[in-house]
Structure formats: structure tokens, C-alpha cells
């Protein structure tokens, strides 16, 4: 993205340089302030689109740790019901066993 960022302003000032090379040092004195302010607009949108990535990275990383955590929460919740299904299961064969004798 950087790269694809630093590509395109070269390109225009290049273009801006060339439209101005036709005036002679004047063009150049322009040529000067203008490439030093879009450099900085071009490295500001770099940091800016470096730092959304890295937002957006922990963000992802905050919902799959949240996806973990609900999927040991729902196998907690299911081996606690199996563990009151066999308990249950064991009261009733009691009772039956009971009703037997």
C-alpha cells in the first residue's frame, strides 16, 4: 500500500515538474515547497493506512479470542450436562432398581 502510495506521488510530481520545467527557475522554486508538502501528505496517509492495519489486525484478533472463549464455554456447558445426564441417569436406574425389589 505504501509503495503502491509513494508510485502514484512520484508519478505526479514528476507531471507537476515537468508542466512547470516549461517556466524555468521560477518553476523550479515552485517545484521545491510543493514535492516536499506532498511528500509529507503521502507519508502522512502511509502512517495513517499502517496504523488502521494494525487496528484492524488486533481487532480480528480480539474476536477470535472471543470465538475461542465461546466455544470452550459451550464445551464446559455440554460436559457439565452429560456429567448431570449420567447423574440423573443413575438416580433413575436407583429408583427403578428400588421399585423392583
Known sequence: MERCLMLR???VFAILGTALADDGAWSFLTWIPIAAGATIVVFLMAFSSSR???KE???K???ESEKK???EREKKSKKKKK???GVHDEKKDM???Q???
Open 9 to 11: 506521488a512520484t508519478l
Open 69 to 71: 472463549k465461546e466455544k
Open 57 to 59: 489486525s488486533e481487532e
Open 95 to 97: 429408583e427403578e432398581r
Open 52 to 54: 488502521n492495519r494494525k
Open 83 to 85: 456429567e448431570y445426564d
Open 61 to 63: 484478533k480480539e474476536k
Open 99 to 101: 421399585k423392583e425389589y
